[in-house]
């Protein structure tokens, strides 16, 4: 009887050992094919979507996210366009790194000629953008520039940030519960094979999610300013423009006209020049034979 007991005793032990290492098991395979499949690709762009979230509520905005983008645009003489761009670079300057920051700035082509052109590009915090917009605009004034256009637009941002947020949280859950599997060496060595893949690729995703949402966050704090110059076009210019386009159509029309001219005679010369040499045989075989005819007609 006690013998009995025993094995009974035993085989309920072993029966519980083994639930425990099959529930463990299905626990691990559940995580990784979790992971699996949702997983997403690595070259995942900045329009993400949440397609693993599931019934998760949408975390809601208090208010909307606007990503601004500031033009400008002057128009002045050729010499003042170099001072004006250091003027306005000078004002972001003043305003300090957490304010407003030079992006680029190009001069390009030549004052003499009156062809320069400029560019500069300023990252302005949003809330001194209208401010340092009309300090810019105040330096043009000085050196009586011209703006010729202004334009502001926007980008609503809002749900985009919300939806990237849901989705780093849910990523770094299903990565902590991956690695509580590997930590514990829960389930088969495939298994945990699977689920440090899936570690690495759900570390990407995490990863590349938050840099853009780091980007664009950046881009709502601070709003791009793009600042054109150009050089003005006087009364003489406007004069003179058609007729030099005039006498540039001219000299394109001459120029075709003597390459023309060219061509005929690079083909006429030598040609000519055997035409001419032949006939000049002919005639001088011609005058050879006349007096030899006439001596003939003598003797007869």
């Not at 699977?194 to 990863?207: G, T």
């Not at 704090?221 to 406007?238: C, H, L, N, Q, W």
Request: aromatic share 4%; net charge negative.
């Amino acid at each position: 009887m006690k013998k009995a007991m025993f094995l009974l005793a035993c085989g309920a032990t072993f029966g519980m050992t083994a639930c425990s290492q099959a529930d463990q098991s299905e626990s691990a395979a559940e995580v990784v094919e979790a992971a699996t499949d949702s997983a997403a690709p690595a070259g995942a762009s900045s329009e993400i979507s949440d397609s693993t979230l599931g019934d998760r509520e949408e975390i809601p905005a208090t208010m909307p996210q606007l990503a601004y983008d500031y033009g400008l645009s002057y128009r002045l003489s050729s010499g003042e366009i170099g001072k004006l761009m250091r003027r306005h670079a000078n004002v972001c300057e003043q305003q300090g790194p957490m304010s407003c920051r030079i992006i680029g700035m190009d001069l390009l082509g030549d004052a003499e000629n009156d062809d320069a052109r400029g560019t500069l590009q300023l990252a302005v915090a949003a809330p001194h953008a209208r401010a340092v917009s009309a300090l810019l605009e105040r330096e043009a004034d000085d050196v009586g520039a011209e703006q010729v256009s202004a334009t502001i637009g926007s980008e609503e941002v809002s749900k985009a940030v919300v939806d990237t947020e849901a989705r780093i949280r849910a990523r770094e859950e299903l990565r902590d519960r991956l690695m509580e599997v590997l930590r514990t060496r829960k389930g088969s060595v495939k298994e945990l094979v699977e689920a440090e893949r899936s570690v690495a690729a759900v570390n990407e995703e995490i990863d590349q999610a938050k840099s853009w949402l780091a980007e664009t966050k950046g881009r709502v704090a601070f709003s791009r300013m793009d600042i054109d110059y150009a050089p003005a076009a006087g009364v003489g210019t406007e004069f003179t423009a058609p007729i030099e386009g005039a006498l540039g159509s001219l000299g394109g029309i001459l120029g075709g006209t003597v390459a023309v001219l060219i061509v005929l005679l690079a083909i006429g010369l030598p040609v000519g020049g055997a035409i001419a040499g032949l006939v000049w045989l002919r005639r001088r075989l011609a005058v050879k034979n006349t007096p030899r005819n006439e001596e003939v007609a003598v003797a007869g």
